[in-house]
């Protein structure tokens, strides 16, 4: 573009007489750069990851429900157990090599929660010891802790905590209706659950301790995680 440059006396005004000056700037027309776009993160295993891979379900298409995975487009369909007995409720650990579910086997009344590698090896017992039906495994986001509901010893379903490796269980509510299917929030600091205290199935929400309960659904009709 041409840029002139005219001068002007002490009033502001332009003098006719006086020479002007002009300058002409050219500036190159710009290179077409295409939008960049935004790449995700990935970790460095995420490719192995059955969790970002596969599906954990339970079916009874053989008889009795079994654990199976499938991957996300329906293929390798891929049955896990075989007990000829009820599985459950999987859960995957956050890395996806480990799933948690209950199961009613070993000839002991009620369900008990079990592990299971994703390939389906080393199929055992979590919790070791713990006489009461034990259902809804759910892991936690950091993969620290297990919560799941268990009859407690004064009667009701509650729900507890565990460490990974089936270890240091706390209960987590005291009361005198059944409260059950606890799940994580994803940053793993509270935990969503089903509650009857108000006479029929509503949905609760409270901190990963047990503390700070909060009712979230308010209706005659039941509410289920």
């Known amino acids: 573009y041409t840029l002139e440059v005219a001068a002007i006396d002490n009033k502001g005004i332009e003098d006719p ?27 460095p295993d995420e ?22 995975t499938i991957n996300l487009d329906g293929s390798n369909l891929n049955q896990l157990t075989n007990n000829n007995t009820h599985n459950e409720n999987p859960s995957w650990s956050p890395d996806g090599n480990k799933i948690v579910f209950q199961s009613h086997r070993d000839g002991v009344a009620g369900e008990r929660i079990y592990q299971i590698n994703g390939d389906g090896s080393n199929n055992r017992r979590l919790i070791e010891g713990h006489d009461s039906t034990e259902l809804d495994p759910s892991w936690s986001p950091d993969g620290n802790k297990i919560a799941f509901t268990a009859i407690s010893a004064d009667g009701p379903l509650a729900i507890y905590l565990t460490n990974k490796d089936g270890r240091n269980i706390e209960r987590l509510t005291h009361n005198n209706w059944d409260e059950v299917h606890p799940s994580w929030s994803p940053d793993g600091s509270k935990i969503v659950f089903v509650s009857t205290q108000d006479g029929n ?12 309960r909060v009712r979230l659904t308010y209706d005659p009709a039941s509410d289920l995680n």
């Open 17 to 43: 007489t006086a020479a002007s000056l002009q300058f002409t700037v050219s500036y190159p027309e710009p290179e077409y750069q295409p939008p960049s776009v935004p790449q995700p993160m990935h970790s």
């Open 47 to 68: 490719a192995e990851n059955p969790e970002n891979e596969r599906i954990a379900f339970a079916s009874s298409r053989s008889g009795p429900f079994e654990i199976y």
């Open 201 to 212: 199935e509503e949905i609760y929400i409270m901190g990963s301790e047990g503390t700070n």
